[in-house]
């Protein structure tokens, strides 16, 4: 198992506990989080980009496959705003790879794992081209106006999915 934290910030050399503002965790207890390599294409787009993810587990139907991916080879998506494409080709993302012995799993759809110890992570890699990032891990992108619609699509999907900025997705059509 590979963890990464994903970040535009080009030089963080110690990742400190933070205290969540998540209502649904201990908001006393200090975490660093990382993800998996599995949902890495959830986060690789700049962090302020809302975007809707999702993936093809055990439980997602043949109908959902057919309605939600273009390609029967696809079984993760990354759905972003079309005005959000500039930042996409010009953003420059920073995987910071850690060791994965002192994270254990928050979360296993979104793929979180979370450490209460200061983590010094063990590899930087640089990634210049988002586009490029999502391709190679074979992910279909989508692009479209407004992101709400496919939203509530997945929601009520046999997916498992992430919405991830939407506070900053261009308002209800």
């Given at each position: ?24 965790l201990d908001q006393s207890i200090g975490l660093v ?50 005005k959000w494409i500039p930042a996409m080709l010009n ?83």
């Amino acid at each position: 198992m590979r963890l990464f934290h994903v970040s535009e910030e080009p030089d963080i050399q110690v990742f400190y506990p933070r205290l969540p503002k998540r209502k649904d965790l201990d908001q006393s207890i200090g975490l660093v989080w990382a993800l998996d390599e599995a949902r890495l294409p959830n986060f690789l787009t700049p962090r302020d980009c809302p975007r809707v993810a999702y993936y093809a587990g055990s439980q997602t139907t043949d109908a959902d496959r057919k309605r939600f991916f273009s390609s029967s080879g696809a079984a993760h998506a990354v759905v972003i705003e079309n005005k959000w494409i500039p930042a996409m080709l010009n953003t420059t993302l920073h995987l910071y790879e850690f060791h994965t012995e002192d994270f254990v799993l928050q979360d296993s759809a979104a793929g979180y794992y979370v450490a209460t110890t200061t983590q010094i992570p063990k590899k930087k890699h640089v990634l210049n081209n988002a586009f490029g990032a999502l391709l190679k891990r074979n992910v279909e992108i989508r692009i479209i106006d407004n992101l709400w619609d496919i939203a509530d699509d997945v929601k009520a999907s046999t997916l498992n999915w992430s919405l991830c900025r939407m506070a900053n997705a261009a308002p209800r059509a």
